[in-house]
């Protein structure tokens, strides 16, 4: 069994910055593959970007160049770091491990974008 722990969540206003963090439990990053997901009210559950265990990453096209996913395997820790933000990108942002037909939540932390 897999824990996923988020922090970083909160308010921010509109061209700011925040970085969220992943605590797992357990060294699962040289097998899993990582990834934040948000979910907006009213809205289905998006991928927003993705690191492999071979630190191959991919992003959502609305998030590209403004976000960035990285790990620290010592620290079993994956982190979103979150630049230029909007208000279309408040959402609760969890985070999720995916290895072959396994996959984990989180239990997601809130960030809102509103001035």
């Known amino acids: 069994q897999v824990q996923l722990v988020e922090s970083g969540g909160g308010l921010v206003q509109p061209g700011g910055s925040l970085r969220l963090s992943c605590a797992a439990s357990g060294s699962i990053f040289r097998f899993y593959t990582m990834g934040w997901y948000r979910q907006a009210p009213g809205k289905q559950r998006e991928l927003v970007a993705a690191?492999?265990?071979?630190?191959?990453?991919n992003y959502a096209d609305s998030v590209k160049g403004r976000f960035t996913i990285s790990g620290n395997n010592p620290k079993n820790t994956v982190y979103l770091q979150k630049n230029s933000l909007t208000p279309e990108d408040t959402a609760v942002y969890y985070c999720h491990a995916q290895r072959l037909g396994s996959g984990y939540w989180g239990q997601g932390t809130q960030v809102t974008v509103s001035s």
């Open positions: 690191i492999t265990s071979g630190g191959n990453t």
